[in-house]
């Protein structure tokens, strides 16, 4: 059983997709140092998160059933540390994270510890509503705005906002009877700090300090401007109904969103509007103070949680330029034509492939040697003798097939 396992629960939008890149880029050589991230394919987490909580994914949870049990398998069966992470598990119930906790060996010998990365809700709180639309949403950020202000927190977007954002309620279901110390909150640095003090932050917490690792990573999670956003919920609006959601996966949020879109530079970034700051501010102060009496072990500064002051140029992502949303569409149709280029250059290359693959079984089969092996083979298969030497021929070349 291993000896301690390292619970990576959250949250989305804090460097969480660069990190399990890392881990998973680096799994062999974490393994030559005692340190394991047992995943067979780099969403092997998120399947299994998928699977622990029944969540509807766009059709992805019929793929997760029985991924968590097979991850909790792994966990208890490996040595050392063990690490698992993936953000949506902040949203598990009290009950789900009771069993999530059970199944990597809490409560039968394992060290067991908590991990929630956490960042300020000045830019959390844009950054899930351009995660809402990058999942096909349509509703607007005032509308967005207004459900999560909502005290009463009903219907599916205040639930998971708050379910994945509000850091106390997080750690009361999943650090319910894990001591302080077994409960570590990363903090995001603000915004201008060195770019690998994040970094620095987790490899502390997961003990990857001083390792050997690569730590380029493909896969991310980017931000997008105010046009960009507009321009890819204007899209939802449209296509939602046309694009099924397998489709829309690769097509809007991979290829326009995060490969095109997300590379943009010089439009005005999503922000919390000024006008909201005092209610946020009021927030942060009590989760900061209800934080500190826990003794939590904090991994960087509770006070970046805090968030920034108002932006003086705030830009209404509901109103944008028109003209700067007709420049980001013009770089997302290049983007589908370059895309449909090179499908259509791949497609002429396997036809061109599958032709030269025919052109040369017809000429095998016109070969002397292959039609008189067809024809012995014809006259063996019609009776039992033959049949019998058939079989035999079969075994000593190894080979099932009918043909000899």
Not at 8 to 34: D, I, M, W, Y
Not at 248 to 263: F, I, K, W
Not at 352 to 367: C, I, Q, S
């Amino acid at each position: 059983m291993s000896t301690r396992v390292l619970l990576h629960v959250g949250t989305p939008k804090t460097g969480t997709s660069h990190l399990q890149e890392v881990l998973f880029r680096n799994r062999r050589r974490l393994a030559r140092q005692g340190i394991s991230y047992p995943a067979d394919r780099f969403d092997a987490h998120f399947l299994a998160a998928l699977d622990l909580m029944q969540l509807p994914w766009g059709g992805l949870e019929r793929e997760a059933v029985g991924a968590w049990d097979r991850l909790a398998d792994q966990v208890r069966r490996s040595s050392g540390t063990v690490i698992v992470s993936h953000e949506i598990l902040a949203r598990a119930t009290r009950v789900q994270a009771a069993r999530a906790l059970e199944a990597v060996g809490h409560y039968s010998g394992a060290e067991v510890h908590v991990v929630l990365s956490v960042r300020d809700l000045v830019r959390q709180i844009p950054a899930e509503w351009q995660e809402n639309v990058k999942h096909r949403a349509v509703l607007s950020y005032a509308r967005f705005l207004e459900m999560i202000q909502d005290p009463d927190r009903e219907g599916r977007i205040a639930t998971w906002f708050w379910g994945v954002q509000e850091i106390p309620d997080i750690l009361d279901r999943w650090a319910q009877d894990l001591p302080p110390e077994r409960v570590h909150l990363v903090t995001v640095p603000p915004p201008g700090s060195p770019p690998d003090l994040l970094w620095s932050r987790f490899s502390r917490v997961f003990g990857l300090a001083g390792l050997d690792l690569d730590l380029s990573a493909e896969r991310a999670n980017p931000s997008l401007g105010v046009p960009e956003t507009a321009l890819v919920r204007r899209i939802n609006r449209v296509a939602n109904e046309r694009l099924d959601p397998p489709d829309y996966r690769p097509l809007v949020r991979e290829l326009l969103a995060h490969q095109t879109l997300s590379r943009r530079t010089g439009s005005p970034r999503l922000a919390l509007p000024p006008a909201m700051h005092p209610w946020v501010s009021d927030l942060s102060e009590r989760w900061i103070a209800e934080l500190q009496r826990r003794g939590y072990d904090v991994v960087g500064d509770l006070e970046d949680l805090r968030g920034g002051p108002p932006t003086t140029r705030y830009a209404d992502p509901d109103r944008p330029s028109e003209r700067q949303v007709a420049a980001a569409a013009v770089d997302a149709v290049v983007a589908l034509l370059l895309e449909n280029a090179r499908l259509r250059q791949d497609g002429l290359r396997l036809e061109g492939e599958l032709g030269a693959t025919k052109d040369a079984l017809d000429r095998a089969l016109l070969r002397p040697s292959y039609r008189l092996r067809e024809k012995v083979v014809r006259r063996l298969d019609a009776g039992r003798l033959g049949r019998g030497v058939l079989a035999t021929y079969r075994r000593t070349r190894g080979r099932s097939s009918r043909s000899a």
